[in-house]
């Protein structure tokens, strides 16, 4: 059995091929999934909308756009919907095209994937340690007119994010000179205090170039189905359009996302679970003597084992007990001492820490 380097988490299906469990039987720590979900709304809503999928979807988005530009108070013009955020961003450098691609790493994989297949020039630029801030003094020196910054705020895999009144600023000059962006903050419905992090006032701005992307699939616990939008000045969100394939958001993806927008209720349970559980992970992994915990503020968090071998070894055991955790190998900047680990329930978050200690004392003992 072997500890897979995976560019993605959530493998979950090659897990239980390797371990023989079904995937039920899987602890999967290595997606950002919410685990209180899909919620009620959602499967009702599904349930409901099965009889017309013998219809093709609403290939104009009418209702679901209207509910995305209800909730933030935009206007339908200013949004794209997508097959999960990945399709936002894909179609956001495609229709962008800008010289170079600026990636802020570590950072999402799929975007260099996205600047491969639109053969666009990319380079990454480190973020700023310990709390993986965008290195904006750099920026100022290396970005030119025509190149797109990528930056994810909050930010996957180290769980921190900067507030807007510590970007605004430093955005608008680099927009100045004809710089564009895309800010994705797919993990943003998982901030307690969202709405001072947001770059949507600089998306709707007609004077810049800033495209600000978004996921359900986390949120609303839909990754079997996919939900992403985007949000821009109209003029940006129609040349998007035009590249698009028009029937990707499924009907169901459709009205899910139209339910889960609404579930005021679902958003506050998450709210509620996700502050317990990031007591809890401060209260575990504080104080493991063998690894650093980096703070967060959203659904998971990165860890740094004091030595690789120990991270792969521990990796490896929890797999054969059928529970997975992100080796961050895959990440420019990390390496596999790092571990991205999702927060679950309470009692599955204590699980993993359990079967952690019972590897290391094994690891201890053998001396
Ligand atoms: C930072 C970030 N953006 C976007 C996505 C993709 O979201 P979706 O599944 O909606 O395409 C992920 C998924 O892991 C992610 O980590």
């Known amino acids: 059995m072997d500890v897979r380097p995976a560019e993605h988490g959530g493998q979950v299906h090659w897990a239980s091929r390797q371990t023989g469990r079904t995937l039920s039987e899987i602890l999967d720590f290595s997606a950002n999934i919410n ?58 450098l495609r229709s ?5 691609v600026i990636i802020l790493e570590p950072a999402f994989s799929e975007y260099r994937a996205a600047a491969h297949r639109h053969h666009l020039a990319w380079i ?18 290396t970005a030119r007119s025509g190149d797109l910054v990528i930056w994810n705020n909050p930010h996957n895999p180290s769980g921190g994010r900067v507030v807007r009144r510590d970007f605004a600023a430093r955005m608008a000059e680099l927009a100045g000179r004809g710089v564009s962006f895309l800010i ?26 800033v495209v600000v992307v978004r996921s359900l699939t986390k949120f609303l616990a839909i990754p079997g189905l996919r939900f992403g939008y985007a949000l821009a000045h109209p003029a940006t969100i129609s040349g998007i359009e035009q590249f698009r394939d028009r029937w990707s958001v499924s009907h169901l993806a459709q009205e899910a996302a139209i339910a889960g927008l609404g579930d005021e209720a679902f958003a506050k349970k998450t709210q509620s679970w996700l502050l317990q559980s990031m007591q809890q992970v401060r209260d575990l992994w504080g104080s493991v003597p063998e690894c650093q ?31 997975i955790v992100r080796l961050c190998e895959g990440f420019l900047g990390l390496g596999a001492s790092y571990w991205r680990l999702a927060m679950r329930s309470l009692e599955e978050n204590i699980r993993l820490y359990q079967a952690v200690q019972e590897v290391l004392k094994e690891v201890r003992a053998d001396g």
Do not use: C, M
Not at 96 to 100: E, G, S, Y
């Open 184 to 209: 994705d903050e797919s993990f943003i419905d998982f901030l307690i205090d969202r709405d001072d992090t947001s770059a949507l006032l600089e998306a709707l701005d007609p004077n810049r170039k």
């Open 293 to 323: 915990l980096q703070p967060t503020r959203v659904n998971f968090f990165l860890l740094r084992w004091n030595d690789e071998a120990l991270s792969r070894r521990l990796a490896f055991h929890l797999l054969q007990r059928g529970v």
């Open 96 to 100: 962008l095209h800008p010289q170079r």
């Open 35 to 92: 685990p209180l979900g899909p919620p009620a709304s959602v499967k009702a809503a599904l349930t409901e909308a099965l009889d017309d999928i013998r219809f093709y979807p609403d290939s104009s988005h009418y209702r679901v756009k209207r509910a995305v530009a209800e909730r933030y108070g935009i206007s339908v013009e200013s949004v794209l919907v997508s097959n999960g955020a990945t399709e936002a961003i894909d179609l956001a």
């Open 124 to 141: 990454a630029l480190p973020l700023l340690r310990p709390d993986f801030t965008p290195p904006w003094d750099l920026l100022e020196d």
